[in-house]
Nanobody, 123 residues
């Protein structure tokens, strides 16, 4: 069993930046492939970005890769990931979820989900 805890959501203005974090807790010997998804009001949950176990491989939703950056911690923080979101727009308003993926580039392979953190971007 893996527990995921997202932090960092909030209310920001158009053009602002925000950094989310997600800590995955499980067996300490395991390094997880982790990802961010988001769900806007009235819409389905969609993929944002994922990062491999080493932190050196990535997958991004094409429309977001110029503004969003995924990264992960090292050593004792190896199962903490971050999402730096720049130049936020009202259409980025959503609940942002962290997930454990079975495979880096398989966006449908989520095994565990966090509870989500709300990001609201005002015009």
């Amino acid at each position: 069993q893996v527990t995921l805890l997202e932090r960092g959501g909030g209310l920001v203005q158009d053009g602002d930046s925000l950094r989310l974090s997600c800590e995955a807790s499980g067996p300490t010997s395991v390094t997880y492939t982790l990802a961010w998804f988001r769900q806007a009001p009235g819409k389905e949950r969609t993929f944002v970005a994922s990062i491999g176990r080493s932190g050196g491989t990535f997958d991004y939703e094409d429309t977001l890769k110029d503004r969003f950056i995924i990264s992960r911690g090292r050593d004792s923080a190896k199962n903490t990931i971050y999402l730096q979101m720049n130049n936020l727009r009202p259409e980025d308003t959503a609940v942002y979820y962290c997930a454990v993926l079975n495979f880096l580039r398989d966006r449908t392979s989520a095994l565990y989900w966090g509870q989500g953190t709300q990001v609201t971007v005002s015009p």
